[in-house]
């Protein structure tokens, strides 16, 4: 079998065998000669090229890419083929793409098949397009040889090709029944696409197709899955990164009704069994002493205080992220240097689907079928097959509908362990976090401790910024994870400090890495989240000592920048920025993330007696570029500020003796219903191509409340989150 | 054993009386609509009603439904036409969908006891249930949706 079988019968057997929430009515066409027999494909379907495929009975199956995490690409990534093709959306089915990263990776990451950083529509959407106009222009070419009229003349209406001066009309399934693609297809190039003032689809917002399922419980998740032999396992881990399991003391857990057996792993000990109850109860008798390891003492409180003495120092340089100008000199030359402080805590992803995985080793141990809900399909594959040492032909994965991920499931460590287990029991095997296991050994965004200096000259104008975050690597965290040196930059820490928006000549961003042992990932923002709340808070420090308003020294540093000032000045008009309040206050954020901008006002109060914050109005606006969805896009922003709200009031992980003192939602207190203000926000798509659209809410809650909290009291808060306690002793001082 | 109903069929079970009701449901009975949040009642995403009113059942043991009717999300209706599916689906409520089997649930026991609920009893009845992707606005405005739609 050769290599494009081989995917094509994969992807095949993915579909009937394997991920059943994701196959929509499904019916996995021949892939004709770009995959499976070309035998299969006489009398149809189409195979125009191997995005999309189109049968005779009219029904068009398009890839789509990305894992479906809750952001809505797996509509959107279809949506936009569908456009150029000019489909019928009616007709339009869903099929997850073979894990072909030749064919189906996302060249905005190198060809890597990965759902992170909101780079789905952003990398697909050209590849996209240029893909269903190449379908569309097989249809027109196939129709015109059989009708013998020039090209030229024909025209398309969704699902049919249309000759206007015969008046005639043929759907596409009719096309696909007689026609087959060319040996080479027709070259397709960007000017050759719709204007899109055109667009039928683009920009009008069609409903999601994940959503009917999620409001029946029918959308199966990898914790739904159960296959035929499959037994259970918990996994006690190690508290901290690094540990392995010494002495185990197993008596208890062994007399557990449902345990079968106990495994140790690299860095855990495994419960086998057959229940999720007895499985999760005898990980939780077990008794376990661990090796030692770098993080074994590391305590998030005492290292918090160092980091910002670190920031502090200016002698000890970090790794350069961005400059501009040289920041050195112009700060000597200032005629007034400000300085301020910020501090960000661990935070955790909590998505509401703990991590789990079903694995299934094949008994010779050379072929592993993954159940699992991940954000990088790819390297898990490599993963997988480096830990059995087999081909990644022979790991076979079927990717579910994803419940949350946030960043967290780039790292897919549950599914190694799973794969351990299964090979350990010669059987399948599905594993389960608890929320304990989930938080406990979370991988959070790093605690920050930041500090900008600005220089100012006589007339009160920037002319220097030099913003110092002190944190661990995340890049350098997972590469090491994958026995990888460590990259130079983090940008998953320093996204956000390059502030592109703001005209200051001298500028430079440093990472001063700290490396303590502390599990770390991506967090949804990732670092615009912890930098745009040092940034904007700062800003406002220079408005306040300059004698500007919040909003005029936003404009002014943003000349030049139509899109961002525009942005500014339609929430300055939506919350009615420059009307006096009785007992709130209002505080304005901007920020800027691999090119979508945005910003946000704030209007908060504060009960005095008891410090607590009330948010009561968040006005947002986003420039996503031209927004394939807007409607989505809407709901992303407004999901990514309720999302933040919690790490603003509340979210906090502590570590003391490398140990994560949270446990649950009880201690780990994300947003509720009772906190949420009246959100409201507005897409302003314009004509530039999409960016991403999923985490952008997120930078903007921190710096909008906490200057929000500085306009309605005069006190700045220089620490997330603002909980009670911190607001009550401010006020108190 | 225990014998129950679920979704208007008797079903009986051959477990501790001590299991989860979630886990029978789940692993047992194989209804998977009923999700695992966190184990201890603090997030909601296993809501089902007994009887008509609505608890977690992470933290109910099988045993206490001994004679009881469960409905879960899968019963609520057969083709997902409640007004709150509906709605839910009018409003494109559901970002990852993980919770929103538990969120329909307690609005749903919600809206059988009052038609009409106002602003403040909708955030009083669903504040236990959390949702991670941020989709509670969107929550109020399906319930309304359906409180006026029926």
Redesign the interface.
Known sequence: MNQHKQAAALSRRDFVGGAAGLTLAMSFAAAGRFGIDDAEAAEGPLVANVWVTIAPDDTITIMSPAAELGQGSFTALPLILAEELDADWSKVKMAQPPWDTKRYGNPEYGNRLSTTSSFSVRGYFTPLRLAGAQARRVLLDAVAAKWNVPVAELSTEPSLVVHQSSNRKISYGAVAAFAQAPEELPKIEEKDLKPTSAFRLIGKDVPRVDVPLKVRGAAIYAMDVQVPGMIYAAVLQSPYDGGSPQTVDEERARKISGVTDIIKLPAGVAVLGTTVEGTQAGKNALKVTWSNAKGADFDSERALTEFMEIARDTSRRGAEYAKTGNVGPALMDAATVMRGEYRTRHTYHAQMEPLNATASVSADGKSVELWAGTQGPGSLIDEIAGLLKISAANVKLNQQWVGGAYGRRSQNEVVVDAVLLSKAAGKPVKLIWSREDDMTSGKFRPMTAQYIEAGLDAKGKIVAWHHRVVAESVSAYTAAARGNAPPKTDQIVMKGTPIPCYGIPNKLAEHVVEARGTRVSAWRGVGVGHNAFAVECFLDEIAKATGKDPLAIRLELQEGQPRAQTLVRTVAEMSDWSRKREGTGLGIAFMEKDDTLAAGVAEVSIDRASGKLKVHNFWAAIDPGLAVQPRNVAAQTEGGIIFALGHVLREKITIKDGRVQQSNFTDYQVTRMSDIPNVQVKVISTDNKPTGAGEDGVPLVAAAVGNAIFSLTGLRLRELPFSQEQVRGALGA | MVAFTVNGQKQEAG??GE??LL?VL??HL???????????A??G?CTVHIDGAPVRSCITPVSMVEGRSVT???GLSAD?SHPL?KA??TE??????????GQ?MQAAALLARNKNPSREQ??EQ???????????????AAIQRAAREG
């Open positions: 477990v501790d299991t989860p886990w789940r692993e194989k209804m998977t609509g009923t999700k695992f949040g966190c184990g201890i603090a997030c995403a879960t999300i899968e997902g599916q839910w689906i494109q409520v559901p970002q990852c969908g993980y919770c929103q089997s329909i909708i955030v669903m504040d236990g249930n959390i949702c991670r992707c941020g989709t509670y606005q969107k929550i109020i």
